[in-house]
């Protein structure tokens, strides 16, 4: 039996859109593919720190996603899933034992909530960002997230639109990669 090559998905930095120059503007492409993507709002940086809203050069993989189950069905992957839960939030403190981890809610360190009220994180996938050894302020989650209707930035993440999001999560399994440069 052929061993299957994972799937590697480039994201390479444009800064153009059909309305100027943008450092948040990107493009995802795999094979023939090529999709317009959004990332942080800094662009990308080799030098990611906590809080510039920059996205890391590197390549990273798929952890495990998450999806909001009061809002949509169990996303098609072969990714290991689960729903969020009211009470998910994401420890984003430098310096805390749960730095860069899932947390419940209440947490006293500051945190982000995972069941946002916007449908960003409606289907989210993480990455394996500064997860192994933890870095203190090398930056928390780098998520694979829904695009803002209206095309901004991220706060260091990659994002797509819903329809590319569904179809790229049937592609991504554990082996696959982002080439982010």
């Known amino acids: 039996m052929l061993k299957q090559r994972p799937r590697t998905f ?3 930095r444009t800064g ?3 309305n100027g120059r943008i450092p948040h503007a990107a493009t995802l492409r795999f094979g023939m593919i090529r999709w ?7 662009g990308i940086r080799h030098d990611k720190r906590e809080g510039d809203g920059a996205t890391p050069a590197t390549i990273l993989r798929p952890v495990r996603g998450f999806w909001r189950a009061d809002r949509r069905f169990r996303p098609q992957t072969e990714l290991p899933v689960r729903p969020l839960r009211p009470g998910d939030g994401w420890c984003e403190t ?3 034992r749960a730095y860069n981890r899932l ?4 947490y006293g360190a500051s945190h982000e909530d995972m069941m946002r009220q916007d449908a960003l994180y409606d289907v989210v996938v993480e990455l394996d960002w500064n997860r192994l050894p933890r870095r203190q302020g090398r930056g928390s989650a780098i998520f694979l997230h829904l695009a803002r209707p209206e095309g901004g930035p991220t706060a260091g993440c990659l994002a797509l639109p ?3 999001l569904d179809r790229l999560m049937l592609r991504l399994d554990r ?4 080439v982010i440069r």
């Not at 317009?36 to 800094?42: A, F, L, V």
């Not at 082996?175 to 982002?178: H, I, L, P």
């Open 10 to 12: 480039f994201i390479d």
């Open 16 to 18: 153009f859109t059909r």
């Open 36 to 42: 317009p993507c959004r990332i942080g709002r800094t």
């Open 94 to 96: 430098p310096g805390d």
């Open 103 to 106: 947390v419940r809610k209440p």
């Open 162 to 164: 819903r329809a590319w």
């Open 175 to 178: 082996r696959s990669r982002f």
